[in-house]
Structure formats: structure tokens, C-alpha cells
């Protein structure tokens, strides 16, 4: 009989992984599967587990082949897979229980090419957020695409998805050599689908190896490694320049916020003949980000990019470790008379013997306001309302304040008393907010040096916007009228 899933499992050196691995495939709520284990030429006791493993379970089939990589090992899975559907695995992973139950069962609900679902890491036996995959599957979306989500270019993985196997050779996908295989295949499924489903649930565990050999994304900051990361970046760059160049943008923004960060570790650890060759590496690299991408990066991320284009190696280390230092944020200071810019206080920016642009270092649009509430009661027949504005970044007071209240419709003016360096006191008349919707926020704009910033205040958290509510209830308890 046809398998319902086709779970295809690269087999490598993984012998302390392996069984927990095979265990969490067999424990699968989802009964109907068939597992394909590629022994891909492994030195150490991980095919034998495997053929131990398939002797007693007859859903577990072992494939021997020399030493080709994942890629190659996963296609020739994938030729021998029966399975309506299509799953992957690494061997030293863990699937959840119900992760194929509820992948399938998405798919027979809605028709799509491939469902994908969330992923935690399993370090040290301890399950933690993946940052990768963190911000995709906060929410759940069935039949969506990659072109409606955007976020879902950062789902670049292949295992924690179950395709359909029609769809898989319809598109003729298949996985190239090399480490990073997986990433290609991934963006190319997720452009090629008609839709997808998208789960909240987590599907997958991903293991940061503790013993045994380390793993490929363990040994990122290695120059052959960072070169086949580059490699993937192309393929995918090119593919998605002629099938979606609407999304290449995207794309850069995230090779600049996640893989460039192991081109940095690398040339900060080189040894002084590993230099050259890295830096010749990352000029390339900083080549495949779009101008646009550049330009829109963080004041910091610039500077970096800078100096590896400059091939100035002991500059970006020391640039580096800034950042690390930085554990309250980094500094944006003012510079100039008649026109004023504001720029990142680095490393290297009051230093003009390196002749660094001044727009490396702009930070304007990086600046923002905060403003927060404190404290609000009765004083008497007036509310009082206490809270703090100050610009991110900046140690200087805020400059004139303008405050007010709105409803939507209306807006009624405050007068903002300053105390200390950062401390505002509002006082509210009940009788100004008579007539108005039940609901206000209250608003401030600031202007220092030409700079001019505005924001609503926010809970003292600062993570929700202050509300007054009139009449009833309201967050501080208050009903003012």
C-alpha cells in the first residue's frame, strides 16, 4: 500500500543523535509513514543503528551510498519515496509527536503544495526559541504564498514542511551539492507553490550538537563553509531576480541581518594567512546586496560593510567589539551649524585620517521618540499625569515639546511642565473632553536642532499605547468624568 509520508532522512556521523531522532519518527501520531534512511557513508555507528532500527520496524527502509552530501543523499531518497506527501529529516533532529499529523492533515483540508510549521532549538536537551524561524509562524494562515507573506522568506528550511510529492516532480525540484542545499530548494518551493499553508504549532526541534562532530551550521565561520553560503545566496538571488524580483529585496535585507553576521565572526577569529582570502570573500558578498538594501541598513551595519569593501580588517574587529560593548545602544550625536546631521558616535568617526564618508554614519532615520506614562491620579478636580520623553540614542534633553490629546476627531492641547532631564507633567481638565468619543490618546512632538519627532505615549512598559477612557473604565483605573 502507498505510505501516506515519505519521511527522507540523511544519515552522516550522528551517532549520538541518531536514535532519539529515529524514535521521534517512529512515535509519529500519524501512523501511515514510511521513513528513508540515507546512510551516507558514514564512518562511525550511525548505519548500523539505522539497519537495527529498520529491522524492527518495518516502516524504516536503510539506502547505503558513498559520501556525496546531503543534497545527493536526499535526492535519492526522494527517487524512492512511495508516500503521498513528502517530509524531510536530519538525523540528529527531533520531530514532535503530531508534527506530520498536522502538517497532512492541513494539506487534505486545503488543497496546498506544502505546509510548514514552527521551530524551536534543542540545545543541551533544553528547547529555545529558533530566531530564524521566530517571527514566521506567530499566526496561522492557510493558502497564502510567499508573494502575500513576505515574511516567509525567512523559511528557508526544508525540514519542518511537508510537500506534496505530485508537486514536488511537477516543479522538478531537486536539492544541489554542496552545505547549504537546502536553502535554494526552499525559496524555489515557496515562489513555485500555488499556496501554502503556514501553522502556528512547532514541527520541528533543531539540535545545536553538543558532542560528536559539529555540525554544518556549527562551522558557519569557516572560510569553505561561508563560501558555499555565498553560493546558495547567488543561486537564490538569481532565481528569485527572473521568478520574483519583487522578493530579491526582501531576501537581501535578510542576508544582511542573519548570514553576514558569520562573514564578521570569521575575519574577527582569522589567523593573519586566512585575511586575504576572506576579505577577497567578502567583497563578493557585499557585491550581492542591492544598493537599496545598503543604503536602508542600520548606521552600524554600514560602517562594517565599509570596511571589509576596504579590506580594513583590525578597524572592523575593533568596530565589533564596539557593538558588543554597547549593551545599553549605541550613541547618536549631532554635527553642524546652519544644517545639522545626526550620525552614529562609532569607532572611527571623529577619526578623519581613515576618510570615511559622513554618510556611513547617518543615523537620522534611526532616531525615535519615546514617550512614556508613569504615574496619573486625581489632583483635586484636575487628572495629573506624569511620564518621561526622551530621544532614543540621544543623552541630550529633547528640545520644545508639544503635547495633546485626541480622540480621533478632536485634539486638545496640553501644557507639557519639564522636570529633570527627561520628566513631563501634564494636567487635565475633565471639562475640555466633554463631547468627545470615549476613548483618547495622547500624542507628543519634539523638535531639537531641526530634528523633529513625533509619537503617542505609551503604558510605562512601553509596549502599549496609553489610553484614557471617558467615561468608564481606563487603564489607571480612572473615570474622569
Not at 550511525?46 to 529491522?55: T, V
Not at 505546509?115 to 543541551?124: Q, Y
Not at 557585499?286 to 560602517?303: G, I
Amino acid at each position: 500500500m502507498t505510505p501516506q509520508v515519505s519521511v527522507v532522512v540523511p544519515v552522516y556521523n550522528v551517532e549520538p543523535y541518531i536514535t532519539e531522532c529515529l524514535e521521534s519518527l517512529a512515535a509519529q501520531t500519524l501512523p501511515d509513514i514510511e521513513v528513508i534512511l540515507v546512510d551516507d557513508g558514514s564512518q562511525d555507528g550511525s548505519a548500523r543503528i539505522a539497519e537495527s532500527f529498520a529491522a524492527r520496524d518495518a516502516r524504516f527502509v536503510v539506502v547505503h551510498q558513498p559520501n556525496r552530501g546531503p543534497g545527493p543523499a536526499r535526492n535519492e531518497g526522494v527517487s524512492r519515496a512511495r508516500g503521498t506527501y513528502l517530509a524531510f529529516a536530519d538525523s540528529d533532529d527531533v520531530v514532535p509527536p503530531e508534527a506530520y499529523g498536522m502538517l497532512v492533515s492541513s494539506l487534505e483540508r486545503t488543497g496546498s503544495d506544502l505546509a510548514c510549521g514552527g521551530v524551536r532549538r534543542l540545545r543541551e536537551g533544553e528547547l529555545a526559541e529558533s530566531t530564524l524561524h521566530e517571527k514566521v509562524f506567530r499566526r496561522e494562515v492557510r493558502r497564502t504564498h510567499i508573494m502575500d507573506r513576505r515574511m516567509l522568506i525567512r523559511d528557508r528550511t526544508v525540514w519542518n514542511k511537508v510537500y506534496r510529492r505530485d508537486f514536488w516532480h511537477e516543479q522538478r525540484l531537486r536539492f544541489a551539492s554542496g552545505i547549504y542545499e537546502d536553502v535554494p530548494l526552499s525559496m524555489r518551493a515557496h515562489v513555485l507553490a500555488a499556496s501554502v499553508d503556514v501553522l502556528s504549532d512547532v514541527v520541528y526541534h533543531w539540535r545545536e550538537r553538543d558532542s560528536g562532530e559539529t555540525s554544518i551550521t556549527q562551522r558557519r565561520a569557516e572560510h569553505a563553509n561561508l563560501a558555499e553560503r555565498l553560493t546558495a545566496i547567488r543561486e537564490v538571488r538569481s532565481f528569485l531576480e527572473e521568478e520574483a524580483p519583487d522578493l530579491a529585496h526582501s531576501f537581501d535585507g535578510l542576508v544582511l541581518e542573519k548570514d553576514t553576521v558569520f562573514l564578521f565572526q570569521a575575519l574577527e577569529q582569522a589567523e593573519r594567512d586566512e585575511i586575504p582570502a576572506l576579505v577577497d570573500l567578502g567583497r563578493q558578498w557585499v557585491a550581492t546586496l542591492s544598493p537599496d538594501v545598503r543604503a536602508a541598513a542600520s548606521s552600524l551595519r554600514r560602517l562594517e560593510l565599509h570596511l571589509i569593501e576596504r579590506g580594513l580588517v583590525k578597524q572592523l574587529r575593533e568596530v565589533r567589539k564596539f557593538r558588543r560593548a554597547a549593551v545599553n545602544g549605541t550613541r547618536i550625536v549631532p554635527r553642524g551649524l546652519r544644517t545639522t546631521g545626526w550620525y552614529g558616535d562609532y569607532p572611527y568617526f571623529r577619526d578623519r585620517s581613515l576618510k570615511i564618508p559622513d554618510e556611513v554614519y547617518d543615523a537620522r532615520d534611526e532616531l525615535r521618540l519615546l514617550a512614556t506614562v508613569e504615574d496619573c491620579r486625581w489632583n483635586g478636580d484636575r487628572f495629573v499625569v506624569r511620564g518621561e520623553v526622551a530621544i532614543h540614542r540621544v543623552r541630550r534633553r529633547a528640545g520644545r515639546l508639544e503635547v495633546w490629546l485626541t480622540d480621533g476627531k478632536r485634539h486638545v492641547a496640553l501644557e507639557a511642565r519639564r522636570v529633570g532631564a527627561r520628566g513631563v507633567v501634564m494636567t487635565i481638565d475633565p471639562a475640555w473632553l466633554k463631547g468627545g468619543r470615549p476613548n483618547w490618546r495622547m500624542h507628543v512632538r519634539a523638535e531639537t536642532r531641526g530634528l523633529v519627532l513625533e509619537e503617542r505615549f505609551r503604558d510605562g512598559d512601553g509596549h502599549r499605547p496609553w489610553r484614557l477612557s471617558v467615561p468608564g473604565w481606563s487603564r489607571t483605573g480612572m473615570d474622569i468624568l
